[in-house]
């Protein structure tokens, strides 16, 4: 792994005798960017809800070690979690509109989470607040740390997010599809801004948008119903995938920009049914045969008894 920062080790999670997150492991070092894309239920907001101790009730986690600059934190109690949680990581939510009280003024939680976090006092909590929404490029930060939430536009409340997260310089950031709902300039300018204010940090960027990954991620963690089917270097991933679920995602992206005049492989449709032990994409692959029965073993950076490298040579 490069210097520090997050590794993930078999993790598993589960909901009503189901296996949501089968076995995941990866890592990110400081100053990466790694990319988690899938469909939806695939895992990844699960992922990043089990990293930062928010997973929702029902969900368990029966293994897998979550280690943040060399710190077990699965074997933390409630209490040092929480700190764990508002310090050490930070979070970009998919809808800045819930994630804040409508009924609290912009500014209270970034007030509230320094005075927690790192024992200042209101006044000087509020000053930084003040300079982290600066330094977000926020329009007359001193009046809108006042404002309500519905008082700004969708992106201004983006930033106040991502302000928040980074309030007590957490050295890993989770940003889940925080361009969601916002037009193309708008987006440009948060990937940029998340872009340049996780140097020095791990960062694990959630989306479902290939174009996004492509333009901030260093790697592409590919999950297909809580398993890792690729993982690799975002150019290679996306120029030369070799697991045919990737393959789909870049076509199916092709076929709905307008870029390609060609039908989609394979894997067209929602998520089949689950295939048991075997390879979990095997009931939407044009390549599944009887080996595929069983689960393939991680070779190649793929999850995948046929991978197309292989199969085009």
């Given at each position: 792994?490069?210097?520090?920062?997050?590794?993930?080790?078999?993790?598993?999670?589960?909901?009503?005798?189901?296996?949501?997150?089968?076995?995941?492991?990866?890592?990110?070092?400081?100053?990466?960017?790694?990319?988690?894309?899938?469909?939806?239920?695939?895992g990844?907001?699960?992922?990043?809800?089990?990293?930062?101790?928010?997973?929702?009730?029902?969900?368990?986690?029966?293994?897998?070690?979550?280690?943040?600059?060399?710190?077990?934190?699965?074997?933390?109690?409630?209490?040092?979690?929480?700190?764990?949680?508002?310090?050490?990581?930070?979070m970009?939510?998919?809808?800045?509109?819930?994630?804040?009280?409508?009924?609290?003024?912009?500014?209270?939680?970034?007030?509230?989470?320094?005075m927690?976090?790192?024992?200042?006092?209101?006044?000087?909590?509020?000053?930084?607040?003040?300079?982290?929404?600066?330094?977000?490029?926020?329009?007359?930060?001193?009046?809108?740390?006042?404002?309500?939430?519905?008082?700004?536009?969708?992106?201004?409340?983006?930033?106040?997010?991502?302000?928040?997260?980074?309030?007590?310089?957490?050295?890993?950031?989770?940003?889940?599809?925080?361009?969601?709902?916002?037009?193309?300039?708008?987006?440009?300018?948060?990937l940029?801004?998340?872009?340049?204010?996780?140097?020095?940090?791990?960062?694990?960027?959630?989306?479902?948008?290939?174009?996004?990954?492509?333009?901030?991620?260093d790697?592409?963690?590919?999950?297909?119903?809580?398993?890792?089917?690729?993982?690799?270097?975002?150019?290679?991933?996306?120029?030369?995938?070799?697991?045919p679920?990737t393959?789909?995602?870049?076509?199916a992206?092709?076929?709905?920009?307008?870029?390609?005049?060609?039908?989609?492989?394979?894997?067209?449709?929602a998520?089949?049914?689950?295939?048991?032990?075997?390879?979990?994409?095997?009931?939407?692959?044009?390549?599944?045969?009887?080996?595929?029965?069983?689960l393939?073993?991680?070779?190649?950076?793929?999850?995948?008894?046929?991978?197309?490298?292989?199969?085009?040579?």
């Amino acid at each position: 792994m490069a210097d520090g920062a997050l590794r993930v080790e078999g993790l598993t999670l589960a909901a009503g005798g189901r296996t949501l997150v089968n076995g995941l492991s990866f890592d990110i070092g400081r100053g990466e960017v790694l990319g988690l894309v899938g469909e939806s239920g695939s895992g990844k907001s699960l992922t990043a809800a089990a990293i930062a101790d928010l997973l929702p009730g029902g969900v368990s986690r029966p293994g897998g070690s979550i280690r943040l600059d060399g710190r077990e934190l699965t074997a933390l109690d409630p209490l040092q979690r929480r700190a764990m949680a508002g310090g050490a990581i930070g979070m970009v939510f998919q809808d800045p509109m819930s994630a804040f009280n409508p009924v609290k003024h912009i500014g209270d939680l970034h007030v509230r989470s320094l005075m927690l976090h790192a024992g200042l006092e209101r006044a000087a909590a509020r000053a930084r607040a003040v300079a982290a929404f600066a330094a977000m490029n926020l329009p007359d930060p001193e009046r809108l740390i006042d404002v309500y939430p519905h008082q700004l536009s969708g992106g201004q409340r983006q930033r106040a997010m991502i302000a928040l997260a980074l309030i007590n310089d957490p050295a890993l950031l989770i940003a889940d599809e925080p361009t969601t709902a916002l037009d193309a300039t708008v987006q440009r300018q948060i990937l940029a801004l998340l872009k340049r204010r996780s140097a020095g940090r791990a960062l694990l960027m959630i989306t479902h948008d290939l174009g996004v990954a492509a333009s901030i991620c260093d790697r592409l963690a590919v999950l297909y119903r809580g398993h890792l089917v690729e993982l690799g270097p975002t150019a290679q991933v996306l120029a030369a995938p070799r697991h045919p679920y990737t393959r789909m995602l870049i076509d199916a992206r092709l076929a709905l920009s307008g870029e390609g005049t060609f039908k989609l492989r394979h894997g067209a449709g929602a998520m089949a049914t689950d295939p048991g032990d075997g390879c979990p994409y095997r009931p939407r692959c044009a390549q599944a045969d009887d080996r595929c029965a069983a689960l393939p073993p991680m070779a190649g950076g793929a999850l995948c008894w046929h991978p197309l490298a292989e199969a085009a040579a």
